[in-house]
Nanobody
């Protein structure tokens, strides 16, 4: 199975940028659909961006034009570049990997990294 470790979170002012990292081990990310999710206090976990095994990319509407997901197979790492951050982007961000076509099953999760955006 694949193990995932996120990093790169922190405190940033509104309008600023952060880059999140998801380092995978145990399996190559080439064989997984990868995604970034987030969970704000009192809210459910939600998908932010995903990249499929075939390199198709998906973004939820509220991050389009601001966030960019990418992967480096050689480094076995997935990235989430976050620009023009807003206070409502404050959440714990999780990396996920699935060998299926959906994150609803057979999904591995990292421990999360906190992102806090001040106004």
């Amino acid at each position: 199975q694949v193990q995932l470790v996120e990093s790169g979170g922190g405190l940033v002012q509104g309008g600023g940028s952060l880059r999140l990292y998801c380092a995978a081990s145990g399996r190559t990310i080439r064989n997984y659909g990868m995604g970034w999710f987030r969970q704000a206090p009192g809210k459910e976990r939600e998908l932010v961006a995903a990249i499929t095994r075939g390199s198709d990319i998906y973004y939820v509407d509220f991050v389009k034009g601001r966030f960019t997901i990418s992967r480096d197979i050689a480094k076995n790492t997935v990235y989430l570049q976050m620009n023009s951050l807003k206070p409502e982007d404050t959440a714990v961000y999780y990396c996920a990997a699935t060998s299926t076509d959906s994150f609803d099953r057979d999904t591995y999760w990292g421990q999360g990294t906190q992102v806090t955006v001040s106004s």
